[in-house]
């Protein structure tokens, strides 16, 4: 392609009420570029509730490479991992004492919740004057915002109300939220996957209600239809590693759109025992989890968003996992084991199952050609929980897992042990650090975490 036909990476396709971003393409270059200037550092938290059965999750051996992921060194919630042991870190020792009772006695849950991202003790009370911190996704995302069509996204695979008491005098918006844009401000997921596909290639005019834009009637078309002409024309003038590219980005997107449309199309076969705003969630965990991350990583390869949250599920979820897992008792009721082997036996396999989802996006961001590398390489992704174990609501050595590069940032394929009582803080610190955002005072945080990059 000649100098002069360049394209903007803001460049969009458009249709009749549709706006589609674009991939990173070489044609976005300037002349002699290096990739890897071009490529943003991305970053996200993917979280799961009620605590992990710690015994079959940390290693059973030593720090630094290689051994401790050995098959015989990786219990089986982690051993999932295995494939992917060169690309991540597991890291042992941190706390969130923001979760601690500190004299205000039950409420671990609540607290785990409104403390995990933003390292600050929330503020007990059931009523509209809750009070935590700024969570770090939002430092980030300030940082961006104007830069990305979105300064956030905020995803779930389960609903939870926003008021009430939800948690032994803590609100349901400690419980059921992950990101907090302010400290009295949460941001509540988003669980249905067609309002976060419509967010992403919708209407151009994006304060109009759905509803009264008819997009009813949209559902039941492609919008790479409405896109289609525009497509062509791009296309046309692209090489032929661009050409490759986009086909994989528009493939991706109308894998996703079919499998909304084909939910909305078909229902629901199985009783859902959770809430369900709306016919695009699917009844199955694994697949609602699936397109969400299929949403995440489409937004991170258009440059959509650099910073996005996943909540699995909320605190103290009763979900159960019969239809897939063949297991028809609440997950957090199964929590409350006091020892009991069945029960522990059982949130076992929960916590692998939700490790599923892990590996689904890390097998997603390694497949994607992203600048000169993948979008692993230059993602964060941590994957944890406010809550080590469930039986005696511990906050500390947090069970924790940070996957990419971060742009060579970051040294992954190790397990590192910190001394215990290490503030979580510090670790969202540092990876600030690795955005150019520099926080300031954070949470409990006494400073950044060390080796991490050595």
Known sequence: MHPNNRISRRSLLRGAGAAMALPLL???????????????????????????VMDEWTPKTGEGAGEWALPENLPRI????????????????????????????????????????????????????????????????????????????????????????????????YSNTLAWKTPTTPLPPEVRPRAV?????????????????????????????????????????????????????????????????????????QPVTYPVPSSSVPSDFGEHARLMMDLMVLAFQADLTRVSTTLFAIEQSPRAYGAEIGLPEGHHGLTHHSGDKEKIEKVTRINIYHMQSLVYVLDKLKSVK?????????????????????????????????????????????????????????????????????PGHFGDSDGKLDRLSI
């Open 26 to 52: 070489d044609a976005m270059l300037p002349p002699f570029a290096h990739a890897a200037t071009t490529s943003p550092t991305r970053m996200a938290f993917l979280y799961v509730p009620n605590g992990i």
């Open 197 to 269: 596909f419509e967010r992403l290639f919708g209407s151009l005019d994006l304060g109009v209600d759905p509803v009264h834009r008819r997009r009813q009637e949209m559902y039941e078309k492609s919008i790479l239809d409405v896109v289609l002409d525009d497509a062509r024309r791009l296309q046309s003038s692209l090489g032929g590693a661009d050409k490759v590219k986009m086909d994989e980005y528009l493939s991706s997107v109308r894998d996703i759109e079919t499998r909304i449309q084909s939910v909305e199309r078909v229902g629901k076969p």
């Open 78 to 173: 982690t051993s999932a991992i295995a494939p992917y042991r060169n690309d991540l870190m597991m890291l042992s020792g941190l706390d969130c004492n923001g979760g601690r009772a500190l004299g205000d006695g039950a409420g671990d849950h609540g607290r785990a919740g409104a403390a995990y991202l933003t390292a600050t003790h929330p503020k007990k009370s059931a009523g509209k004057d809750v009070l935590t911190g700024t969570s770090v996704d939002q430092i980030a995302a300030q940082k961006f915002a104007g830069t990305t069509r979105f300064a956030s996204l905020e995803l779930g695979c389960e609903e939870g109300v926003q008021g009430g008491n939800c948690d032994n005098g803590y609100s349901c918006s």
């Open 370 to 438: 992203d600048g000169d590398g993948t979008l692993l390489d230059h993602s964060m992704i941590m994957y944890g929980s406010g809550i080590s174990d469930g039986n005696t609501h511990n906050h500390g050595d947090l069970p924790t897992i940070i996957a990419g590069r971060a742009n060579g940032k970051l040294k992954p394929g190790r397990h590192i042990r910190y001394a215990p009582g290490t503030p979580m803080a510090n670790l969202f610190v540092s990876m600030l650090d690795t955005m150019g955002v520099e």
